[in-house]
């Protein structure tokens, strides 16, 4: 048995319902094993690509299967161009069929997710439509919420895998806004039984699957790290720019909020820091500080950051560019989230409809 986990575009929340589903199918089967087929952000690990969702769930679920076989096709720069003038969709072929039958061989189940859209990878002939039809799986799309525009966008991604005969079991509708919820969920299910196609799960968004850590923002900003590493898992809920006047910049100060200011801004630091001095760090809070321009604060200001426990991170980059590559970041779960990863089974088990799809898989 497999099932294949698309989506209608990026960051829709595939590798969240894959996690979540993951989770919930491994109490309803003895063997269950993942794979990506296909990856585009990877780490090399013992000089093989692997994709970074392979590595999550292996690290997540313990998986005893081989990394290559769960992520056999990571795309390097160049891989486009050099498929174009000399590859052969073959060899790709027998590397997937090659790793899945490696995987099937151990396991009663394979969850397989896939990247992007439907039509993501028909480049090299390896669209998510593509890889679903090779490995004979049936599909579940995923979608963000909403009415209209999702549904448009589920039909187009569904028309390409209607197009190779890949059945689609049905929609995972996600980040549904709260205040919404009941309408979205009741509209989207009529709309979509008019186009016969079945709702699996309605998900509501929660803010914290959807909010940084200072650990994720310290790795993917490549910063250094001065001080407060007892506070690198703290949320990020909103960053500010301290470039306004030190007393006003307190004004912004709410919540999780991450200041981003050149590194000789003493003034700045020292009002984010007041909450903590006056003992109202409830109201004036800060998750962590970005000191921009590879400027250092002097010893004496880190010293009293240290104190707080606040992470004190130094890049490059000045202000504007920092808070512009904060605003372009993808945050995947990572395998120390273990609140989020528990936030993400209870979500499965209570908005999806895990046992139907069990049985949908099971009679096809």
């Known amino acids: 048995m497999n099932i294949y986990i698309a989506a209608t575009r990026q960051n829709d929340g595939k590798t969240v319902v894959s996690l979540g589903l993951l989770s919930a199918l491994r109490k309803r089967v003895k063997n269950i094993a993942y794979m990506k ?30 990394l290559p076989d769960m992520s056999p096709i990571a795309i390097p720069k160049g891989f486009t161009e050099n498929y174009i003038l000399r590859g052969k969709r073959i060899n790709l072929e027998n590397k997937i069929k090659r790793a899945y039958n490696n995987l099937a061989k151990n396991n009663d189940f394979i969850l397989i997710e896939g990247t992007g859209h439907a039509g993501v990878g028909s480049v090299f002939d390896m669209s998510n439509a593509d890889v679903a039809k090779l490995l004979g799986a049936k599909v579940i799309i995923v979608s963000c919420g909403g009415i209209g525009r999702p549904i448009d966008e589920i039909m187009l991604n569904r028309a390409q ?14 980040k549904v ?6 309408k979205i969920d009741r509209l989207i299910r009529k709309g979509l039984a008019r186009k016969k196609t079945d709702v699996l799960g309605t998900i509501p968004f929660e803010e914290v699957l959807s909010n940084p850590t200072v650990s994720e923002l310290l790795e993917d900003l490549k910063g250094e790290l001065i001080c407060g590493h007892g506070g690198l898992n703290r949320a990020v809920e909103r960053f500010v720019i301290g470039d306004v006047v030190a007393h006003q910049v307190l004004d912004y100060f709410s919540g999780g909020t991450l200041l981003i200011t050149p590194g000789n801004r003493e003034d700045i630091i020292f009002s984010a820091l007041s909450g903590w001095v006056l003992g109202v760090a409830n109201k004036y809070n800060i998750s962590g500080i970005v000191a921009t321009y590879g400027k250092r604060p002097p010893q004496k200001i880190i010293d009293v950051i240290d104190r707080t426990n606040i992470p004190l991170i130094v890049v490059e980059e000045d202000s504007f ?44």
Request: aromatic share 8%.
């Open 37 to 66: 087929p296909v990856g585009q952000q990877y780490r090399v690990i013992d000089g093989k690509k692997i994709d970074k969702d392979a590595i999550l769930m292996d690290k997540i679920f313990n998986f005893n299967e081989k």
């Open 161 to 174: 895998f209607d197009a190779r005969g890949v059945e689609v079991l049905g929609v995972i509708v996600n």
């Open 177 to 182: 806004r709260k205040s919404k919820y009941k």
């Open 321 to 364: 560019s920092t808070a512009r590559e904060i605003n372009n970041m993808i945050f995947k779960l990572r395998a120390e989230d273990k609140p989020k990863i528990k936030k993400t089974e209870d979500l499965i088990e209570k908005y999806v409809d895990v046992d139907k799809i069990f049985k949908l898989i099971k009679n096809k």
